[in-house]
């Protein structure tokens, strides 16, 4: 059974009040110290760093998208059924 909306109200009261720390803000080059400090516990392993990877932002996405060609799509795609049209 839900709870009542008297009962949400001091479910809710009770979440606010409880003592949830704020975590830093890391910047880029800490990203890795911060998940190890601040998530590591979460896990069972270090993990591995990562950079991000952008080639060309936006306008980049926009041509693509724009050279993107999906007429006849829906006829070249795989097919369940009738069992003879599977791809």
């Known amino acids: 059974m ?4 008297y009962e949400w109200a001091v ?4 979440c606010h009040d409880a003592s949830v720390p704020e975590l830093p803000i890391p910047t ?3 990203t890795t110290a911060w998940v190890a400090q601040h998530l590591g516990h ?4 270090s ?9 060309g932002g936006q ?5 693509a998208l724009g050279a993107l060609d999906v ?3 829906a ?11 599977r791809g």
Request: glycine share 4%; with cysteine; net charge positive.
């Open 2 to 5: 839900w709870p009542s909306p």
């Open 11 to 14: 479910l809710s009261t009770h």
């Open 28 to 30: 880029f080059e800490s």
């Open 42 to 45: 979460l896990v069972c392993d």
């Open 47 to 55: 993990g591995a760093e990562s950079r991000p990877v952008r080639h």
């Open 59 to 63: 306008r980049a996405a926009d041509a």
């Open 71 to 73: 007429s006849g799509y």
């Open 75 to 85: 006829k070249r795609r795989s097919q369940v059924h009738p069992p003879h049209s």
